[in-house]
């Protein structure tokens, strides 16, 4: 009888933690995140897919790296981050889009993301001039004949079609963005800790959608 009763508690403490959870995720809709309507598809194989809208060009992007960077390195198996370009129409921005889609066709843009920050937001070098942009790349020990082959490939071509497709879908209006399994957009206008605090929780109610079905 006492083993039941304990088995039962557990049971009833489980059940009440689950619907406070999901109480809570309840009250943070339409201030702490957004529904994506209608929503899109993301993630799969059983991952969790974060998108990163972003620009070379915005300041408050550079600002939220390092949060992101510390946050990401925490992440569960189960949760992929994404980066996504933006160009809003813009010239410049539509260059550094490429210039990040390019180095990561080539495995290089993890490892020049803060440096390319630095180096438009800080030094002001105009990188999406395509002569500034080859002799500063050269400086980085990047091969600028593979950079610029690479520029002008298919598959980056495919990739900045996909990033601006993927911008209008989610409703993208204003940069740094995190959009969660295509289904939820997050309210950027808190600090860094609150933001990523908000996306554990939504991370935890797609974790929480995917096992229903």
Request: a positive charge; aromatic letters at 8%.
């Amino acid at each position: 009888m006492v083993r039941a009763r304990g088995a039962h508690q557990l049971v009833a403490c489980l059940v009440l933690c689950f619907l406070a959870a999901i109480d809570a995720l309840a009250q943070q809709a339409g201030r702490d995140y957004f529904d994506i309507v209608p929503p899109q598809p993301g993630g799969a194989r059983g991952r969790i897919e974060v998108t990163e809208y972003f620009s070379f060009g915005c300041s408050h992007c550079r600002d939220l790296e390092p949060h992101l960077q510390a946050w990401r390195a925490k992440l569960p198996a189960d949760v992929v981050l994404v980066r996504v370009p933006v160009g809003f129409g813009r010239a410049e921005w539509a260059e550094l889009a490429r210039l990040y889609l390019t180095l990561e066709a080539m495995g290089l843009s993890e490892k020049l993301l803060m440096p390319i920050y630095s180096a438009v937001q800080v030094q002001r070098v105009n990188l999406a001039d395509e002569k500034t942009r080859a002799a500063w790349l050269a400086k980085q020990g990047v091969d600028t004949a593979k950079f610029s082959q690479a520029s002008r490939s298919f598959v980056v071509a495919g990739q900045w079609r996909l990033a601006e497709e993927r911008a209008v879908a989610h409703k993208v209006e204003s940069v740094p963005l995190i959009v969660v399994n295509g289904r939820y957009m997050m309210n950027g206008a808190v600090p860094p800790s609150q933001l990523f605090a908000n996306t554990d929780l939504v991370i935890a109610r797609a974790r929480m959608e995917a096992t229903r079905k």
